[in-house]
């Protein structure tokens, strides 16, 4: 059984339009889950991380975990062509230093 | 900003050679660790260093793979016999993490590995 399943997309959106990103999980021993954004050829980049169930907002971004269900989202608001790119979660155990990603859902947001 | 620095951003190699990938990590940080990328799947973890030691490894991680920190700013991953299907892009990273938080990870640009 896979830890993390995510849908590969292609997610395509207009500018301006609300996204939703979403996982599940696998592995009840998550305490950490975080949303890395990578560009073409280039390296995650951590946009968010979320503490166990609950939700957690940062400019037009917001995390929402769902522990009971192992369930991981990720919402754009106002979404631009820059946020174009792959999306990756990730979720991690207290007690190891290994992050456990998702395959990534690659977002298309069209001016 | 401080960064994560690799090198080189893509090597070619035969099968069977020897290929070191070099890291320099962000200079206060605790923990390095090495990702792989295969080509259209998941990044996968391989290892975490901390203290001069390997902390945490995967199954991938197995005796043809070794890490280094050969001095105080580099971190070194080597592939002892390369084989086609280390063909990936690899992924070092640091972070600052203290026991019992969470240490965002920093990732480099990646070193893509092509084995022939």
């Known amino acids: 059984q896979k830890e993390v399943e995510q849908d590969p997309g292609p997610l395509s959106v207009p500018e301006g339009a609300i996204v939703s990103l979403n996982c599940t999980y696998s592995n009840s021993a998550f305490q950490y889950f975080m949303w890395y954004r990578q560009y073409s050829r280039k390296g995650p980049e951590l946009l968010m991380y979320t503490y166990s169930s609950g939700n957690k907002e940062d400019g037009r971004f917001t995390a929402q975990v769902d522990k009971s269900s192992k369930y991981i989202s990720l919402f754009i608001r106002d979404s631009q062509p820059s946020d174009s790119a792959t999306y990756l979660c990730a979720g991690r155990d207290t007690g190891r230093r290994a992050l456990t990603f998702g395959s990534g859902t690659r977002l298309q947001v069209q001016p | 900003e401080p960064e994560v620095t690799q090198t080189p951003s893509h090597q070619v190699t035969q099968m069977g050679q020897e290929v070191i990938l070099r890291c320099v990590p962000i200079s206060n940080h605790l923990y390095f660790y090495w990702y792989r990328q295969i080509l259209g799947q998941k990044v996968e973890f391989l290892v975490s260093?901390?203290?001069?030691?390997?902390?945490?490894k995967s199954e991938i991680f197995d005796d043809q793979f070794s890490v280094e920190r050969p001095d105080g700013s580099n971190f070194t991953l080597k592939i002892r016999s390369t084989k086609l299907e280390d063909s990936a892009m690899y992924f070092c990273?640091?972070?600052?993490?203290?026991?019992?938080?969470?240490?965002?990870?920093?990732f480099g640009e990646g070193s893509r590995l092509t084995v022939l």
């Open positions: 990273a640091s972070s600052d993490e203290n026991s019992g938080g969470f240490g965002e990870l920093f």
């Open positions: 260093f901390y203290n001069n030691e390997i902390s945490e």
